[in-house]
Each structure stands twice: as C-alpha cells, then as structure tokens.
C-alpha cells in the first residue's frame, strides 16, 4: 500500500466506500426483518425474527461508529449505495414468509462471504471490524435450522426454495457487479493492495470470488437438502 498523503487519502475513501455499502446494507437488512416478521405463522417465529433484525442494526450501529471514528457521516457516506441496494431489494420481494426465510439466510451468508473474501486486500484494523460483524453465527445458525424444519414440515416447497435461492444468488452477484462498475472502489482497493496489479488483475480477482461466493451458496444450499 502506497504511503504518501494522496495514497493514504484515496486508501481511507475506498475504506469509507466499503463502511458506506456495508452500513446500508445492514440498515436496510434491519428494516426489510422488522416488517417480514409481521407475517411469521407463529409469536415465537415473531420473536426469532425480530431478533435478528435488532442483531442486524447492531451491526448497523459498530460500522457507523467505525465511520465516525473516520470523521465521515455516515449518511453521506450510504447514500451513494442506496439505489443499488433498494432496487436488489424491489428485485426480490418474497412471495411468502418461507420465501423471507430463504432470502434472509442467502443475503446473510452471501454477503458474509463477500465481505470476508474483501477483507484479505485491506488492513487490519478495516479487517478486524469486517470479521467481528460476519463472524457471528447466532442469526445465520437459526435461519438455517428454521429453513430446515420447514422443509422436514412440508417438502413440497424445496423445488420453490431452490428456485428462488439461486435467483437470489444472480440478483445479488449482479448488484455486487453494478455496484462495483459504478463506484470502482473495489477494483481500486484491489490495485492498491496488490503491487503491480492492474485493472485486469482487479477483474480477474472480482471474478474469483464471485465463483467462491458461488460455491458456497451452492454447497449450503445441499446442506439444507436443496439442489444447489
């Protein structure tokens, strides 16, 4: 990583970028919990959900701090990710409350894998709160065994499930793809942490973990008895 003042200062805009994407994402991920719970068939599935939604505005909440720390708004510095993430959001609007479920469970650990594959090209202390955020497993842990008991309860729903999983993974890679075509900030932190790279080696990094990402998804959706 460079180390003269413009090298530090375009470093601490592709972090305040990343903080800006992830803060939205957390914020939105709350508000989109909050109001699935309300169609939960049960008070306790109620409670489970509304659980982790406040888990997701906790996130919310540290990466914020993070921000501030950095003398950026956080606002300002969501904004700019806003559209990208409302429109992903728009794209994939659960039908019904197993449908929630499902989305739920492919955002958190989709976006858990991007990240953490992220968190290899910056520094440590960006790294640290990147895997303080994605390394819980209490939200991920109930969403799973929840699709899994709904699936034991009626096994008529794994073809839909199915379906819908792998429209979410294309919707969220594509917002993954958009985003980063339309900010760049990812290719650039790649460039900056990786001497001698090029925008090629930044496409080709992007493409790796978009393939990781993958295949993750598609080994958790045979955990869950889903083809993948």
């Known amino acids: 990583m460079g180390t003269s003042s413009a090298d530090t200062a375009r470093y601490d805009r592709f972090v305040a970028d990343l903080f800006g994407v992830m803060a939205?994402?957390?914020?939105?991920a709350f508000e989109r919990l909050s109001s699935d719970a309300r169609y939960s068939p049960t008070l306790h599935d109620r409670a489970?959900?509304?659980r982790i939604a406040v888990i997701e505005f906790e996130h919310y909440e540290l990466v914020s701090a993070k921000l501030a720390e950095m003398g950026v708004d956080v606002e300002n510095a969501m904004l700019p990710f806003q559209s990208a993430v409302d429109h992903f959001h728009e794209r994939t609007r659960p039908a019904d409350w197993y449908e929630s479920l499902m989305k739920a469970y492919v955002v958190d650990t989709v976006?858990?894998?991007?990240?953490?594959?992220?968190a290899r090209f910056v520094d440590p202390g960006t790294r640290e709160l990147i895997q303080q955020i994605q390394s819980s497993e209490e939200a991920t842990g109930v969403l799973r065994e929840r699709l899994k008991g709904a699936l034991a309860d009626d096994p008529r729903l794994a073809s839909r499930l199915a379906l819908w999983g792998r429209r979410l993974l294309g919707e969220a890679v594509t917002q993954a793809q958009r985003v980063g075509h339309e900010h760049a900030f990812l290719?650039?932190?790649?460039?900056?942490a990786e001497p001698g790279a090029t925008d090629a080696t930044a496409r080709e990094l992007m493409r790796g973990i978009t393939a990781e990402v993958a295949d993750n998804h598609s080994r958790r959706m045979v955990q869950l008895g889903l083809s993948g």
């Not at 939205?24 to 939105?28: A, F, I, K, V």
């Not at 976006?111 to 992220?118: G, I, K, L, M, Q």
């Open 24 to 28: 939205y994402g957390e914020l939105s």
């Open 48 to 50: 489970v959900i509304g």
């Open 111 to 118: 976006s858990a894998d991007f990240y953490r594959a992220v």
């Open 187 to 192: 290719g650039a932190l790649f460039v900056e």
